[in-house]
């Protein structure tokens, strides 16, 4: 087993590769928008501080060992996680993570693209068919799933720093977008942002609260 362990370590081809795979979904997001740039830099670190820990040099594991003493079983803060309790189990959520990730990410943008960003502002719509049925932005759920993947996989305390801050981020650009729609929609998004979760999607039978419609703003 420890030979295996070893054996993920200076594969700097296999580094590349992980970051160019995970790299490719920043692709299905607006990367020009200045709102989108943070969140988006802070998932391309995330994706290379993983992969440089999993097949470059174990960072996280010597910066532990020189301040404990002594190295921490294979699973706590490097090496596949958990693996001391559960095997490689922690590996199935993350694939499972990964491809639920990767569906949401192309599946919001497909919709989204159609309908919105290709369209001139004065010929764009709301997009509530698809996906957006039931959650409003499951692109950031599909990023947030990844990382989610990825940390459930290889988890290291640079990780599990950077993930909360990651949530904050879409957290906060989500609620800056949802703005702009209310600003162009008026009362039509607002009562789709009151049916619709978030990131998850509402509880089946749950019924929408009574909102209070807002006006319709011009178009700027």
């Not at 960072?59 to 301040?67: I, K, R």
């Not at 596949?80 to 491809?99: K, P, R, V, W």
């Not at 089946?204 to 006006?215: L, N, Y």
């Amino acid at each position: 087993m420890e030979e295996n362990i070893w054996s993920h370590f200076g594969n700097w081809w296999a580094v590349a590769l992980w970051i160019v795979f995970f790299a490719i979904f920043l692709a299905f997001i607006p990367f020009y928008q200045k709102s989108q740039r943070k969140p988006a830099s802070v998932y391309l670190a995330f994706i290379i501080a993983l992969a440089l820990e999993m097949f470059g040099v174990p960072l996280t594991m010597y910066v532990l060992t020189a301040v404990l003493g002594r190295q921490l079983p294979e699973g706590i803060l490097w090496g596949h996680t958990l693996s001391s309790f559960i095997g490689d189990g922690g590996m199935i959520g993350a694939y499972i993570c990964y491809l639920l990730g990767a569906i949401l990410v192309i599946w919001g943008w497909r919709d989204i693209y159609k309908y919105y960003w290709s369209k001139d502002r004065t010929e764009a719509r709301m997009v509530t068919q698809g996906i957006y049925r039931f959650i409003r932005h499951p692109q950031y759920t599909g990023f947030l799933l990844l990382t989610l993947g990825m940390l459930f996989e290889w988890a290291t305390l640079p990780l599990l720093i950077m993930w909360p801050v990651l949530v904050w981020l879409y957290v906060r650009l989500a609620r800056r977008e949802e703005a702009d729609m209310v600003a162009q929609f008026g009362s039509e998004y607002v009562e789709y942002r009151a049916r619709t979760g978030m990131f998850l999607p509402k509880p089946w039978g749950k019924r929408p609260p009574q909102v209070k419609a807002e006006p319709k703003a011009a178009l700027r």
